[in-house]
């Protein structure tokens, strides 16, 4: 809400929502992983010049709970959501979902399907996908092509947007210690675990089984920030992290060797940073109700 004299640049802005945000109020440039979403969003903010509401494709995280091996894999649920749809166009539209698999074997239910909403109008559809993976990766999109006839001051035309259908985890970060499981990401993998506690304005993680592995570092992610370690790991929380009802971004594992192998064990996804580790965990604070 400042006036910069410089140029403000935004660094990997993936998320749907932030895509929104920051094109209908927007930096200078920003560089992204995701080069159609990021498109799609700047044709719809071209089209929507007056429109200020949420992205129009709200898929709710989906919570992968404590390691359950299945036959599906740890990284994996029975979820039943809602999908939220809105029409930001001053006019009717026709939409289409349909789901792309990116990485391991999921059943689905209510997808594909089809609607109509008139301008401004909402409506949500229920969706059940179960399945999963041994690890984390790409997750699950869903896409929605909306279409609209000609009318007056407008062609025909259709839009395509996508929301990752992403599978998380969540902690609440407390002064005493929890004890953190890994992902077990194969059916033979033996159990490892981790502690994670607060103390004061940061969050602290030490390595409590590493199941056999030696020459170890412990990871931890916070935000956008990837902090290493030996046995154990830290991180400063950001200043305004008890107010932050929405969760931090986060995500805890260890490196080690295993017969001169290298090998990870994690939380939930994040980790290892880069593309294809699929969504970090959340953690909230104790506070939050």
Same mark, same amino acid.
């Given at each position: 809400?400042?006036?910069?004299? !410089?140029?403000?640049?935004?660094?990997?802005?993936?998320?749907?929502?932030? *895509?929104?945000?920051?094109?209908?109020?927007?930096?200078?440039? /920003?560089?992204?992983?995701? $080069?159609?979403?990021?498109?799609?969003?700047?044709?719809?903010?071209?089209?929507?010049?007056?429109?200020?509401?949420?992205?129009?494709?709200?898929?709710?995280?989906?919570?992968?709970?404590? @390691?359950?091996?299945?036959?599906?894999?740890?990284?994996?649920?029975?979820?039943?959501?809602?999908?939220?749809?809105?029409?930001? /166009?001053?006019?009717?539209?026709?939409?289409?979902?349909?789901?792309?698999?990116?990485?391991?074997?999921?059943?689905?239910?209510? &997808?594909?399907?089809?609607?109509? +909403?008139?301008?401004?109008?909402?409506?949500? &559809?229920?969706?059940?996908?179960?399945?999963?993976?041994?690890?984390?990766?790409?997750?699950? &999109?869903?896409?929605?092509?909306?279409?609209?006839?000609?009318?007056?001051?407008?062609?025909?035309?259709? +839009?395509?947007?996508?929301?990752?259908?992403?599978?998380?985890?969540?902690?609440?970060?407390?002064?005493?210690? &929890?004890?953190? $499981?890994?992902?077990?990401?194969?059916?033979?993998?033996?159990?490892?675990?981790?502690?994670?506690?607060?103390?004061?304005?940061?969050? +602290?993680?030490?390595?409590?089984?590493?199941?056999?592995?030696?020459?170890?570092?412990?990871? *931890?992610? *916070?935000?956008?920030?990837?902090?290493?370690?030996?046995?154990?790991?830290?991180?400063? +929380?950001?200043?305004?992290?008890?107010?932050?009802?929405?969760? *931090? @971004?986060?995500?805890?594992?260890?490196?080690?060797?295993?017969?001169?192998?290298? !090998?990870?064990?994690?939380?939930?996804?994040?980790?290892?940073?880069?593309?294809?580790?699929?969504?970090?965990?959340?953690?909230? $604070?104790?506070?939050?109700?």
């Amino acid at each position: 809400e400042e006036e910069w004299p !410089c140029e403000r640049w935004g660094w990997s802005i993936d998320d749907p929502e932030e *895509l929104l945000r920051l094109t209908r109020h927007p930096l200078f440039g /920003f560089n992204t992983n995701e $080069p159609r979403r990021a498109l799609a969003v700047r044709a719809l903010v071209a089209l929507t010049p007056g429109d200020e509401g949420a992205y129009p494709v709200q898929v709710p995280p989906l919570m992968v709970e404590q @390691p359950v091996v299945q036959s599906h894999g740890g990284w994996s649920g029975d979820w039943s959501f809602e999908v939220r749809l809105r029409n930001p /166009f001053g006019f009717a539209t026709e939409i289409a979902l349909a789901l792309a698999v990116r990485g391991g074997a999921f059943e689905v239910e209510g &997808l594909p399907a089809q609607t109509e +909403l008139g301008a401004g109008e909402e409506v949500s &559809l229920p969706v059940r996908l179960r399945g999963g993976s041994w690890s984390p990766g790409e997750d699950p &999109l869903l896409y929605a092509r909306f279409v609209w006839g000609r009318g007056p001051g407008r062609e025909r035309g259709e +839009l395509i947007l996508d929301a990752p259908m992403n599978r998380t985890r969540a902690m609440t970060l407390r002064k005493d210690a &929890l004890r953190v $499981p890994m992902l077990q990401e194969s059916p033979h993998q033996p159990q490892a675990s981790m502690a994670v506690w607060r103390r004061g304005g940061e969050v +602290l993680a030490r390595i409590e089984d590493a199941a056999g592995l030696e020459d170890l570092r412990a990871v *931890l992610r *916070l935000g956008a920030e990837v902090g290493y370690g030996g046995r154990a790991v830290r991180a400063a +929380l950001p200043a305004d992290f008890d107010a932050r009802r929405e969760g *931090l @971004p986060f995500s805890v594992g260890f490196i080690g060797y295993e017969q001169g192998e290298r !090998c990870w064990r994690r939380w939930s996804g994040g980790l290892p940073p880069g593309l294809g580790a699929g969504a970090p965990g959340l953690l909230y $604070p104790s506070s939050r109700g």
